[in-house]
């Protein structure tokens, strides 16, 4: 089976994780190497893994987490969320041609942003082997990296054009150092009223009411606000998908899946539920 190419300009966005060199692709992109010698080696899935030796990063989603993703995803379920996350990406003066997708799981959103932009490139960073074996895959002009988005992150300082994190950690001074002068992060996290009509039926974990007020305290020291928006819609659900949508998040973590299959058992068969989810933007 061929090797789908990695894309030259993606590969050098990154840096070696241990002495923070450029990494160069290796004949048939069978991995990468830096200067110094540092070799990592291409997963037969298509991505690579970027530790220090011994370096083990948190544990990220589960197998079945991100197979629910993925169901839920390529279902465009979150389709809405996904343009929204595109135009915000694209708007602003100055091309947009690389960007980084931290905690990007499958790589489902960084795909459709890069739809939206035709001439940029992308790289999906994720703690997850799991979903980076499918973020491998989601897009011709993305790469996909097992690596700590808590830790220095392997990508060389000032070659981004925008950082993206959808319902994942942020790493304010990471992403300070990766962005270009002028470049922005959006960050998309759950509102409080999001999946609302599943919290109580489902014992569901709750939106922390003070999210957006720890946000900005983790990045204002490195990142300065410029602007939000916020994504609004109703989804009506059946009894599968709502499965998916629960057990593809941080609920999944705290149900069985017994438990969860009775609760859901005793909601009606299309559910009336809410999408909501804020975007904002900092720069540099």
Avoid at 4 to 26: D, K
Avoid at 35 to 47: E, L, V
Avoid at 59 to 71: F, H, L, N, P
Wanted: charged content about 20%; some cysteine.
């Amino acid at each position: 089976m061929s090797r789908r190419p990695w894309p030259p300009r993606a590969v050098a966005l990154l840096a070696c994780p241990v002495c923070g060199q450029r990494l160069a692709a290796l004949p048939g992109d069978a991995g990468l190497r830096c200067p110094a010698g540092h070799a990592f080696d291409r997963a037969r899935q298509g991505h690579v893994t970027l530790l220090p030796p011994g370096h083990t990063p948190p544990s990220g989603d589960t197998a079945a987490m991100v197979a629910d993703r993925a169901e839920v995803l390529s279902a465009g379920t979150f389709a809405g969320l996904t343009r929204v996350l595109a135009d915000v990406v694209a708007a602003g003066d100055g091309p947009v041609d690389a960007v980084l997708d931290l905690g990007g799981g499958t790589g489902h959103h960084l795909a459709g942003v890069l739809d939206r932009l035709p001439s940029a490139v992308g790289v999906v960073l994720d703690s997850s082997r799991y979903a980076a074996r499918r973020a491998a895959g989601a897009s011709p002009r993305a790469l996909a990296v097992v690596a700590d988005t808590w830790a220095r992150l392997p990508v060389r300082d000032a070659a981004v054009d925008r950082v993206t994190v959808v319902f994942a950690p942020r790493n304010g001074p990471e992403t300070a150092r990766v962005l270009r002068p002028g470049g922005r992060l959006v960050v998309a996290t759950p509102a409080p009223d999001h999946l609302a009509e599943l919290v109580g039926p489902l014992g569901l974990l709750r939106v922390d009411p003070d999210k957006a007020a720890r946000l900005s305290a983790s990045l204002e020291p490195h990142l300065a606000p410029a602007g939000g928006a916020a994504h609004r819609e109703v989804l009506e659900l059946d009894h599968r998908t709502v499965t998916t949508v629960v057990g593809m998040g941080p609920h999944a973590r705290h149900l069985t899946r017994e438990r969860l299959a009775a609760a859901v058992g005793e909601l009606p068969e299309r559910v009336r539920v809410t999408l909501a989810v804020d975007v904002t933007t900092w720069t540099v």
